[in-house]
């Protein structure tokens, strides 16, 4: 089994800045790509950031020059540092690794529990 645990700070006014991270554990064998999604109320789970091993990041329009996703191999963990934050940028951001399990030869998507961002004065 694998697990991905959230951390982050949940409140944040406007223009300033926070780091969600999310740490994956378990048997992993590899992981070919993390990234962040968002849903914000009303509204589906849409991509933020996507980090493919070996690969360059990709942005949503939206975050493009204000958010950054990073990964440090060594500890199977991912970052987004988020600056300029927004009032739209609220929502529920939650990560997700594909990786391959010890022991099997597939990738799968594994999600973390989610936390809740929001920005406001």
């Known amino acids: 089994q694998v697990q991905l645990v959230e951390s982050g700070v949940c409140l944040v006014q406007p223009g300033g800045s926070l780091t969600l991270s999310c740490a994956a554990s378990g048997s992993i064998f590899s992981i070919n790509a993390m990234g962040w999604y968002c849903q914000a109320p009303g509204r589906k789970r849409e991509l933020v950031a996507r980090?493919?091993?070996?690969?360059?990041?990709n942005y949503a329009d939206s975050v493009k020059g204000r958010f950054t996703i990073s990964r440090d191999g060594a500890k199977n963990t991912e970052y987004l540092r988020m600056n300029s934050l927004k009032p739209e940028d609220t929502g529920v951001y939650y990560c997700?690794?594909?990786?391959?399990?010890?022991?099997?030869?597939?990738?799968?998507?594994?999600w973390g529990q989610g936390t809740q961002v929001t920005v406001s004065s």
């Open positions: 997700n690794v594909r990786l391959q399990m010890i022991g099997t030869f597939v990738t799968n998507d594994s």
């Open positions: 980090l493919v091993s070996g690969g360059r990041p």
